[in-house]
């Protein structure tokens, strides 16, 4: 018998690795080892790798997309939905509903990750999230800066593996007559606030949109930009809190405005794709660097069309592009069989970014843990300071 119970024990690991997360949440009040287990680093990096490879291979929820519905004709109040949403299950589309009420243009709502299971949320307030585990926690708002001022800001999420730690990166942009100058701020969840980064900011270099939703590459997080020599991806080091710049072929791209470009991460690679704007059969061309940080590691790996019907790349997924089709839905484009698959669903996307369970937690040392709130009954104003949420409601 006491066998049996010891070879019971070593199969448990090799068990829970494979259940989803909703499972695992509930299973952590078996038994205090079952709870230290689900807890302990080493099995939530392997549940990690192990039940998001089952996922993929099944065609289980494959992203979290963002789209809008409009509350009134003229468009002026309206809400921001994040969908789980797979190919075939009409059930995900009211698997995770968080939803923002606001009375300004919902374009504003960015979404970026992602990182272990974890993604940001950039809107007014702004969150850190994991889904899976039905946990979120507000950022706090970014230093202010003068109110005369029209500012833009261009935002990256990325992860420090030294200290296990989730960072948010805001660089500020505004002009003081004809100069341009710049802030750049960084919040860690482990602390729980911004902080004023001195780094120097490269010269002439001017951002050009932003990039799809996960764009953290070797530590860095990425954006498309170009200066006086051309085109070229600007990189933040989350762990050195530098910035770097990695040029691009020259004779590619003409112009940022014509050819703008797409920075995103596809597989463990930094990817650019370029497409031209104003074309009704769009091509789109993908490039990944081999080697990080060499600009003669860059290739084209393949190129995509020209293709009718799609209006603009939203992620990579294993390996395809899913795009946004002019009809208000999404395309997986297969690059190794060149079929097109379309989701069943017509749902408007804006952003999508692959889904991604894990059993990281976003509790950090809080007293103020507040559960079983329905999020859409939250009074933001009501709180001093960001605390953390159970999230009991999705619709």
């Not at 994040?82 to 075939?88: N, P, Q």
């Not at 290739?299 to 799609?310: D, E, H, S």
């Amino acid at each position: 018998m006491a066998r049996n119970l010891d070879r019971l024990k070593d199969l448990v690991p090799h068990i829970l690795h494979r259940l989803p997360v909703k499972s695992l949440v509930r299973f952590r009040g078996v038994h205090k080892s079952w709870s230290d287990l689900i807890k302990d680093p080493n099995f939530i990096f392997d549940h990690l790798q192990t039940l998001n490879q089952i996922n993929m291979d099944n065609y289980g929820f494959c992203f979290l997309v963002k789209r809008i519905w409009p509350a009134d004709p003229l468009f002026l109040v309206g809400k921001d939905f994040v969908h789980a949403l797979g190919f075939h299950q009409a059930a995900t589309l009211d698997f995770l509903d968080i939803v923002f009420k606001h009375r300004s243009y919902p374009g504003s709502f960015q979404m970026y990750g992602p990182l272990n299971g974890v993604y940001y949320i950039h809107k007014k307030p702004s969150l850190l999230i994991n889904p899976s585990m039905r946990e979120f926690r507000f950022v706090p708002e970014t230093p202010p800066f003068p109110e005369n001022l029209i500012a833009i800001r261009h935002n990256g999420f990325g992860f420090d593996h030294r200290t296990d730690d989730y960072k948010v990166v805001c660089i500020t942009s505004f002009f003081i007559g004809e100069d341009m100058l710049r802030r750049v701020h960084v919040y860690a969840l482990s602390c729980n606030y911004w902080r004023n980064v001195d780094c120097p900011f490269p010269s002439c270099v001017h951002i050009q949109c932003q990039p799809l939703s996960d764009t953290f590459v070797h530590g860095a997080s990425h954006w498309w930009a170009c200066d006086g020599d051309g085109e070229l991806v600007l990189a933040f080091d989350m762990l050195d809190e530098m910035f770097q710049v990695i040029r691009f072929p020259k004779p590619e791209v003409k112009s940022c405005n014509n050819f703008p470009g797409n920075v995103a991460k596809f597989k463990e690679f930094l990817a650019v794709i370029l497409c031209p704007e104003y074309v009704t059969e769009k091509q789109f061309d993908i490039w990944v660097m081999l080697e990080y940080g060499k600009k003669e590691s860059w290739i084209k790996l393949f190129t995509i069309g020209p293709i009718a019907g799609v209006q603009k790349p939203l992620a990579f997924w294993k390996d395809g592009i899913v795009f946004g089709d002019n009809s208000g839905g999404m395309v997986l484009y297969d690059t190794q069989t060149e079929m097109k698959e379309s989701f069943e669903f017509r749902i408007e996307p804006l952003m999508a970014t692959a889904y991604m369970e894990s059993v990281v937690s976003l509790r950090r040392d809080i007293d103020d843990i507040v559960p079983e709130l329905r999020f859409d009954t939250i009074q933001i104003e009501r709180f001093q300071r960001p605390q953390l949420f159970s999230l009991v409601s999705f619709r």
